[in-house]
């Protein structure tokens, strides 16, 4: 079974700011892939970033990084120059790929993050 | 946009009722899943389906059920209808499953309220 765990249900930056919300995770697995969501006041599901466990450079996609720590079992998301567009509800998920049920993406309960002005 | 759609957007029923949700894989996609979305439980995977056949269950009741058809459309069915169900459904694909481009895509959901 795989678990997701974010600390923070909260979190507040300044525009232009860098934030980082953090992600821990457990799994038996040895191939998996993480998975950070960003769900807006529209409520649709966009995905951020995502990095395969077995890749140890760390996942960049344009202002969001993410910080891969495997043995920690960590995967926290860093967001730079942040935007007003950046305040939504953020997700961490895990999905495994050992086969059979493992497919399923397993959410943390999120961080409602604010920018602002 | 995701290129998945789901249908209706909203839904507003009664107690013991059943409806139909609808959802529309991305082209070329052949894996559709339907995730659960509440205040209290959060998200959470409900069912996976892999070109027509059902391939993983999660915290699905009894009284939901889902079928993927020919053309890989989904259809989820809830029935007798109690108000614990009024949630966010959410339908994601992926191309298949065990690839590198295992990346799950959500469509807009479908927003239930039952009264």
């Known amino acids: 079974a795989q678990t997701v765990t974010q600390s923070q249900p909260e979190m507040s930056v300044q525009e232009a700011e860098t934030v980082t919300l953090s992600c821990t995770y457990d799994t038996s697995e040895n191939n998996y892939y993480l998975f950070w969501y960003k769900q807006p006041p529209s409520r649709q599901m966009i995905l951020v970033i995502r990095q395969e466990a077995y890749k140890q450079q760390n996942a960049t996609e344009n202002r969001f990084s993410v910080n891969f720590q495997k043995a920690a079992k960590s995967f926290s998301l860093k967001i730079s120059d942040s935007q007003l567009g950046d305040t939504a509800m953020y997700f961490c998920?895990?999905?495994?790929?050992?086969?059979?049920?493992?497919?399923?993406?397993?959410f943390g309960k999120g961080t409602l993050l604010t920018v602002n002005p | 946009d995701s290129g998945v759609t789901q249908t209706p957007k909203h839904l507003i029923t009664a107690t013991g009722q059943r409806v139909t949700l609808r959802c529309s894989p991305r082209s070329g996609d052949l894996s559709v899943y339907w995730y659960q979305q509440s205040l209290d439980q959060g998200l959470q995977f409900l069912i996976q389906?892999?070109?027509?056949?059902?391939?993983a269950k999660g915290n699905i009741l009894e009284r939901f059920s889902a079928q993927q058809f020919p053309d890989l459309h989904s259809e989820l069915n809830l029935s007798s209808l109690e108000l614990g169900d009024s949630a966010l459904y959410f339908c994601?694909?992926?191309?298949?499953?065990?690839?590198?481009?295992?990346?799950?895509?959500f469509g807009p959901g479908t927003r239930l309220l039952v009264l």
């Open positions: 389906y892999y070109n027509g056949e059902e391939r």
């Open positions: 998920a895990s999905q495994g790929h050992s086969g059979g049920s493992n497919y399923k993406l397993t």
């Open positions: 994601a694909s992926s191309v298949a499953q065990g690839t590198p481009q295992e990346t799950q895509y």
